[in-house]
């Protein structure tokens, strides 16, 4: 069997927790997965210290994750449908076409609210957990998804929005990801450094040539 294919099905749960006790099971050992990570990091985690954690034994978490990653997975499954539910709130109130200040507000409280949400566990994520293909693939699909909804909202105001759009999201998410998810920190406190991307941003966009 080719590696590729090997690691696609060494990754996927082995099977689906349908009744209520199931559920709870497979919800625990996400949970302990995902404090292991936090606390300790991506060499730290192993089945044996999951299934400890959860309070389960190895053999029940063996019935539905094959190994690590396949873990990992369903973190980082969760942390995408988080993000996914971000763009969809988003979409529903750009719909009224706000302005740029509206525009890059959202944006800026969007990527807060992601990125904030449990920052150890985000830079382990991101820093030190392999990646399937499947997931990378999401990711890109998220990050794509953010731009053309921004883009739309921007049509009205900038010419090139796709390429603005493009721009103002990426550097939004790599200031949020730097100053709320890297050991690093924050140089100042995150009001103030939302304020400061704000300012940036919008001040970006005001500087374009209109359509």
């Known amino acids: 069997m080719p ?3 090997a690691s696609k099905v060494a ?3 082995v099977r689906q927790a349908r ?3 199931a559920q709870a099971t497979v919800e625990a050992i996400i949970q302990a997965a995902a404090q292991i990570l936090a606390e300790a990091g991506w060499g730290a985690l192993n089945t044996n210290l999951v299934a400890r954690r959860a309070g389960v034994s190895v053999g029940s ?4 994750f094959p190994n690590k990653n396949a873990i990992v997975d369903a973190i980082l499954d969760a942390h995408l449908r988080q993000g996914e539910a971000l763009i969809a709130q988003g979409a529903l109130r750009l719909v009224d076409r706000p302005d740029i200040s509206e525009i890059v507000s959202l944006l800026v409280g969007g990527f807060i609210s992601l990125h904030r949400d449990d920052p150890r566990l985000h830079r382990v994520l991101s820093s030190e957990t392999p990646l399937s293909p499947e997931q990378r693939s999401r ?3 998220l990050r794509l998804a953010i731009i053309q909804m921004v883009a739309e909202a921007l049509a009205p105001h900038v010419e090139t929005p796709e390429l603005r759009a493009s721009l103002i999201v990426d550097v939004a998410e790599s200031l949020s990801h730097r100053w709320l998810v890297d050991e690093a920190g924050t140089p100042a406190s995150e009001a103030v450094m939302a304020a400061e991307l704000h300012h940036m941003l919008e001040a970006y966009l005001r500087a374009c040539p209109a359509p």
């Open 3 to 5: 590696a590729s294919v």
């Open 11 to 13: 990754r996927r749960p």
């Open 19 to 21: 009744q209520a006790r």
């Open 61 to 64: 978490v063996y019935e539905y």
């Open 139 to 141: 990711v890109e699909r």
